[in-house]
């Protein structure tokens, strides 16, 4: 059922009405359980890394709450959700918020378009995926020790080297990433658009995801995205932490404990360190005066 709370930003005090389900205990609950807080260590860290001229994507928005900040923050934002059920939200709380410099992307990205089964599963909505070709009861059972309730749907996916061509981008400065456990797959089939461009990435790190779903090993996955930006961070889940480079992937593993198997990481081609205060959002500048 179709619930409403309030997502609020941790550096402009702008708050959004939005909806998802009522059943969805990993996104929209958890908003509404939180007073409308959701991953303020990453809103920060967006009104550091995005500025007023840019183009980005958000690549798995889900209901779309990152999506909503980063409106706020850049030019164009392309939101991919290919759950028809998470982008029906998320196209609801892009057009109830009136954001027109936002293009709800009902696709998934991955490393060769065609047709896929995506699992979307009622109590974690953003928790997701496509079908790996392991049943997925077998991978639940793995990864969640029990069979959730779910839909099945059959979803879009197209390359965003593809994509990227057939919308004739011309600029992309920032990518936020997170399609439980298929981000490798996203990089494949995005390559040339990831060297000509160098956006700034937010993505996260997944071992569960990465290999109980798809059978992938997290170090080859860091290893990828080292082939492409040299300056990799890991993010604090504290507010304010400096992210700290991971030089390899032993550091980012000390990171995944029990009960925390992910990572957010930052990826730049620069070092976060030459990240000009001038350059910064004017929103960045008030969360250091709180």
């Known amino acids: 059922m179709k619930a409403h709370t309030t997502l609020k930003t941790t550096y402009s005090g702008r708050t959004f009405d939005i909806v998802g389900s009522d059943a969805d205990d990993s996104v929209f609950n958890s908003i509404k359980q939180h007073d409308g807080a ?24 889900n209901l779309g709450a990152h999506t909503l900040v980063m409106s706020e923050l850049a030019r164009k934002v392309y939101a991919f959700e290919p759950s028809f059920i998470n982008s029906g939200f998320l196209s609801e709380n892009v057009t109830s918020n009136g954001l027109d410099n ?19 599963l009622v109590g974690l909505a953003g ?13 639940l059972m793995k990864a969640w020790g029990q069979n959730l309730e779910r ?25 936020k990433m997170d399609a439980e456990g298929s981000e490798l797959a996203v990089l494949e089939g995005g390559a040339k658009t990831f060297e000509r ?3 700034k990435l937010i993505v996260e790190l ?10 992938i090993q997290p170090e080859a996955f860091f290893d990828r995205l080292s082939s492409i930006y040299k300056y990799i961070y890991i993010i604090s889940d504290e507010r304010h932490a400096v992210p700290v480079r991971a030089k390899s992937f032993r550091d980012v593993e000390k990171e995944l404990v029990p009960g925390h198997h992910w990572a957010d990481l930052l ?13 910064m959002h004017p929103f960045y500048k008030a969360i250091g005066r709180k």
């Open 206 to 215: 997944n071992k569960n995801t990465l290999s109980l779903y798809y059978g």
């Open 38 to 61: 959701w991953e303020p260590q990453i809103m920060d860290l967006l009104a550091k890394l995005v500025g007023p001229d840019d183009v980005c994507l958000d690549i798995g928005a």
């Open 267 to 279: 990826c730049m081609s620069k070092p976060y360190q030459t990240l000009s205060e001038r350059l």
């Open 127 to 139: 928790c997701s995926f496509l079908s790996p070709e392991e049943p997925v009861e077998d991978v």
């Open 197 to 199: 461009f160098k956006p």
């Open 151 to 175: 839909v099945t749907e059959t979803v879009q996916i197209e390359t965003l080297d593809q994509w990227a061509t057939s919308t004739k981008i011309d600029r992309l400065d920032f990518v």
């Open 102 to 120: 936002v293009s709800v992307q009902t696709i998934g990205l991955g490393s060769s378009s065609g047709q896929q089964e995506f699992t979307h």
